[in-house]
């Protein structure tokens, strides 16, 4: 079992920096892969970015390729979501998840995922 928690969300304006954190209990940390999802009003949720369990591997979507920086902290049980130069089309709720099967890799879809937070909202003002 898993508890995930998210933090960090906010109003900002755009071209701004906003840094979100997922902390984490129970199983080791570092023996399962982490993503972070975002779900805007209106649509599905989607893929944002991801870490191995290790945190060698990453990956990013396109359209936060270059802004965003995902990394973690297995000491401390920590995932984390840099977002630089955040855009309107940002806002949305952003969703840790943790995929308990895998460690070498990051799954790229929600339905690979059991273990979510509840989600913290981040809305960017043009």
């Known amino acids: 079992q898993v508890q995930l928690v998210e933090s960090g969300g906010g109003l900002v304006q755009a071209g701004d920096s906003l840094t979100l954190s997922c902390t984490a209990s129970?199983?080791?940390?570092?023996?399962?892969?982490m993503g972070w999802f975002r779900q805007a009003p209106g649509k599905e949720r989607e893929i944002v970015a991801g870490?191995?369990?290790?945190?060698?591997?990453?990956y990013y979507t396109d359209a936060v390729k270059g802004r965003f920086i995902v990394s973690r902290d297995n000491i401390k049980k920590v995932v984390s979501l840099q977002m630089n130069s955040v855009r309107p089309e940002d806002t949305a709720d952003y969703y840790c998840?943790?995929?308990?099967?895998?460690?070498?890799?990051?799954?790229?879809?929600?339905?690979?995922?059991?273990?979510w937070g509840q989600g913290t909202q981040v809305t960017v003002s043009s």
């Open positions: 129970g199983r080791t940390f570092g023996s399962y892969a």
């Open positions: 998840a943790a995929d308990l099967r895998r460690t070498g890799s990051v799954p790229l879809f929600v339905n690979e995922y059991k273990y």
């Open positions: 870490i191995s369990g290790g945190g060698g591997i990453t």
